[in-house]
């Protein structure tokens, strides 16, 4: 209710407020509770600062267009000279079709940018361009940024928030004869698709078309799963084989100065790495969406080929998380 009066508020104070024509009287100043309404709204849909929506909108007249162009103006040039500032906040945008789906990573200064609803809604045309427009795999922020309805859609955000607003990172996946699963934690609805924290996409392949409506749900389920444990590498074959010397390297280390014999270090060594596997390979993870957590991903895969005569096989996966990897400097709390 209180949205729908801040909108009729706005929608009567973008309007000249005249006296009947044949009095001849000037046009009367809107009530002050309309004008709170209309400058709490301007706000919220910009999330630029009180004063510059108050100004904006006097000099403009109440006209809530008129208002935006001008935050706009102003914005632009506040949010050129922030371009080098930090940007840990932000949100993960998907976009999805029934066989492919993209998600991206669109970062702001502040959580009250990143919470407006014109930035939520630019992170879900982010992530609808990059589906439409990228190929599978990991995606830079400068291929995303060279998309012009992404980077125009960036200016236009940072121009009313005035804040320095980056396109930081994306993946998309697809596949031509499986189902792609998604899920993104705690979202919002975009203008393109959900947006939120978190997200995260899984691509199966091998269920017969009899099960894809199971297929489907497993494939969502999953990609729950990869929100919540976070795995690395899909499986032990594609974990990169320094990653694997330097955990390996690590383990001995530990265990080096016991005085144990160097064929009990290597047991140790290696049941230590099996649990690095069982924490960093998606397969392997002891999956987190059933009671006692002692069935392996491998296993859930290996149930459902066996109830729907299927060999089915989890092909890419992609997870995304706000600010993941981004240091944090001694000053930010």
């Not at 904006?56 to 935006?68: C, F, G, K, N, P």
């Not at 690590?250 to 009990?264: D, I």
Request: net charge neutral; aromatic share 4%.
């Amino acid at each position: 209710m209180q949205r729908l009066a801040s909108a009729l508020a706005l929608r009567r104070l973008s309007q000249p407020l005249w006296q009947a024509a044949a009095s001849g009287q000037a046009r009367q100043a809107a009530s002050s509770s309309d004008q709170i309404a209309v400058i709490k709204s301007l706000r919220q849909l910009t999330g630029a600062p009180m004063s510059d929506v108050r100004a904006a909108l006097i000099a403009s007249s109440w006209d809530q267009e008129e208002a935006m162009k001008e935050l706009r103006k102003k914005g632009l040039a506040a949010s050129g000279k922030k371009a080098g500032r930090l940007t840990m906040h932000g949100q993960i945008g998907l976009a999805l079709r029934p066989q492919s789906a993209a998600i991206v990573e669109v970062n702001s200064e502040t959580d009250f940018a990143a919470a407006t609803d014109k930035f939520i809604s630019l992170v879900g045309q982010v992530a609808k361009a990059a589906l439409a427009h990228t190929p599978d795999g990991s995606i830079g922020g400068d291929t995303l940024n060279s998309l012009e309805a992404a980077r125009q859609a960036v200016d236009d955000v940072a121009a009313v928030v005035r804040e320095n607003i980056q396109i930081r990172r994306g993946f998309r996946i697809s596949t031509e004869e499986g189902v792609v699963g998604a899920y993104v934690h705690n979202s919002a609805k975009g203008a393109a698709g959900a947006v939120g924290k978190q997200a995260a996409v899984v691509a199966l392949e091998g269920a017969p078309a009899t099960a894809s409506k199971e297929a489907q749900q497993l494939a969502d389920t999953l990609a729950m799963h990869v929100v919540a444990m976070r795995p690395l590498f899909l499986n032990r074959g594609t974990v990169p084989a320094a990653d694997l010397k330097a955990e390996s390297d690590f383990l001995k280390e530990q265990v080096l100065g016991s005085g144990k014999p160097p064929q009990v270090i290597e047991k140790i060594v290696t049941g230590r790495l099996e649990k690095y596997y069982q924490e960093v390979c998606f397969v392997d993870n002891p999956f987190v969406l059933v009671g006692n957590q002692q069935q392996r991903v491998s296993q859930v895969l290996e149930d459902f080929g066996k109830a729907h005569a299927c060999n089915i096989a989890i092909t890419q996966f992609a997870r995304l998380t706000v600010g993941e990897g981004i240091e944090k400097p001694a000053t930010e709390t």
